[in-house]
């Protein structure tokens, strides 16, 4: 396998992770942050204590928050940055030089909300006919970087870049499928953190098991509607990148989407939890961006709809539940 240069965009707990998997399979790789304070801090203690603690980050890793240095000559071009932040990176990109030839891989989870527009579209739209491929999948970082078997799912309508890039990712604890829906794959990382966030009020508000079941698979038929609307094939929710996503992010203790829903039971409400929040919750702007899509297609969301009206318009929990409950009758 060619040892092509690589750099990751984001210095997160997963762009983090990504960094050291690739830099242990002996490729070169640059970590990029957009913070040059913090930059320099992991490039001296070698351990991201602020989104990934306990975890060490090789030597060989160059860490920088120089963007045109980043871009500049590599072979893959990793893009691991809160949805809501990308075009502005992009942008930037876009007035460097020597990053024309580089293949871009999003494993970003998220929407833009004034577009509606899914990852790889705003990649498109900002650097042209570049080659762009997706990472998605049950990846919760730390357990990645720990060593935990996990599988994902990488999705381009290239089989040549998708086998490569199997590749490059593919690693003994690092299980790596390929998929030609890039939209479904895209969607299915995306529109789960909503129902993750129902899941944990659910939690917040002391309900059970038999709830968390019912919003499982309930929110699984939301995601496939809004999916079949906009092109995805539905089988792919089924999948690794799909319904293996949506369990691991509503039942895991690490699920920030989850944990903020959580809260939101127990009685706060989202400018409290902002106010303190270091890591990005991609579920919270996903809703809002899945409620103007489900308006815009006429599909009916109703478990989105209602986690809209929890966080955006402060509509208590348990009356968001009781309105689930009680909608008119009708066939599964």
């Given at each position: 396998?060619?040892?092509?240069?690589?750099?990751?965009?984001?210095?997160?707990?997963w762009?983090?992770?990504?960094?050291?998997?690739?830099?242990?399979?002996?490729?070169?790789?640059?970590?990029?942050?957009?913070?040059?304070?913090?930059?320099?801090?992991?490039?001296?203690?070698?351990?991201?204590?602020?989104?990934?603690?306990?975890?060490?980050?090789?030597?060989?890793?160059?860490?920088?928050?120089?963007?045109?240095?980043?871009?500049?000559?590599?072979?893959?071009?990793?893009?691991?940055?809160p949805?809501?932040?990308l075009?502005?990176?992009?942008?930037?990109?876009?007035?460097?030089?020597?990053?024309?030839?580089?293949?871009?891989?999003?494993?970003?989870?998220?929407?833009?909300?004034?577009?509606?527009?899914?990852?790889?579209?705003?990649?498109?739209?900002?650097?042209?006919?570049?080659?762009?491929?997706?990472?998605?999948?049950?990846?919760?970082?730390?357990?990645?970087?720990?060593?935990?078997?996990?599988?994902?799912?990488?999705?381009?309508?290239?089989?040549?870049?998708?086998?490569?890039?199997?590749?490059?990712?593919?690693?003994?604890?690092?299980?790596?499928?390929?998929?030609?829906?890039?939209?479904?794959?895209?969607?299915?990382?995306?529109?789960?953190?909503?129902?993750?966030?129902?899941?944990?009020?659910?939690?917040?508000?002391?309900?059970?098991?038999?709830?968390?079941?019912?919003?499982?698979?309930?929110?699984?038929?939301?995601?496939?509607?809004?999916?079949s609307?906009?092109?995805?094939?539905?089988?792919?929710?089924?999948?690794?990148?799909?319904?293996?996503?949506?369990?691991?992010?509503?039942?895991?203790?690490?699920?920030?989407?989850?944990?903020?829903?959580?809260?939101?039971?127990?009685?706060?409400?989202?400018?409290?939890l902002?106010?303190?929040?270091?890591?990005?919750?991609?579920?919270?702007?996903?809703?809002?961006?899945?409620?103007?899509?489900?308006?815009?297609?006429?599909?009916?969301?109703?478990?989105?709809k209602e986690?809209?009206?929890?966080?955006?318009?402060?509509?208590p929990?348990?009356?968001?539940v009781?309105?689930?409950?009680?909608?008119?009758?009708k066939?599964?």
């Amino acid at each position: 396998m060619k040892k092509i240069n690589i750099t990751v965009l984001g210095d997160g707990g997963w762009g983090t992770t990504l960094a050291i998997l690739l830099s242990k399979k002996g490729f070169k790789v640059t970590l990029w942050g957009a913070f040059p304070d913090y930059a320099a801090y992991l490039d001296k203690k070698r351990v991201n204590s602020r989104f990934l603690p306990g975890i060490h980050i090789p030597k060989g890793i160059e860490i920088t928050s120089d963007l045109e240095r980043a871009t500049t000559d590599k072979g893959l071009i990793v893009l691991a940055i809160p949805s809501q932040h990308l075009r502005s990176v992009l942008e930037k990109i876009k007035k460097n030089s020597g990053w024309h030839n580089s293949v871009f891989l999003s494993v970003i989870k998220g929407i833009e909300i004034s577009s509606l527009k899914r990852m790889s579209e705003l990649i498109h739209e900002e650097l042209g006919n570049v080659k762009i491929a997706v990472l998605s999948g049950p990846t919760i970082a730390h357990e990645v970087a720990g060593g935990i078997p996990t599988t994902a799912v990488v999705a381009s309508a290239d089989e040549r870049l998708n086998k490569e890039l199997q590749s490059i990712f593919m690693a003994e604890r690092f299980r790596v499928y390929t998929n030609d829906d890039i939209i479904g794959v895209e969607l299915g990382g995306s529109l789960k953190n909503i129902i993750a966030i129902a899941c944990g009020i659910s939690d917040g508000l002391g309900f059970g098991t038999n709830t968390k079941a019912a919003i499982l698979a309930r929110g699984l038929v939301e995601i496939s509607r809004l999916g079949s609307a906009m092109g995805a094939k539905v089988h792919t929710f089924s999948g690794i990148s799909g319904l293996g996503d949506l369990v691991t992010t509503c039942f895991s203790p690490h699920s920030r989407n989850r944990s903020i829903g959580e809260q939101i039971g127990r009685g706060k409400n989202l400018k409290q939890l902002e106010a303190h929040m270091r890591m990005v919750a991609e579920g919270v702007p996903t809703t809002k961006s899945a409620y103007a899509l489900s308006r815009k297609y006429a599909i009916q969301m109703p478990i989105t709809k209602e986690i809209y009206s929890v966080l955006y318009k402060n509509k208590p929990p348990l009356k968001a539940v009781r309105d689930l409950m009680t909608r008119s009758r009708k066939g599964e």
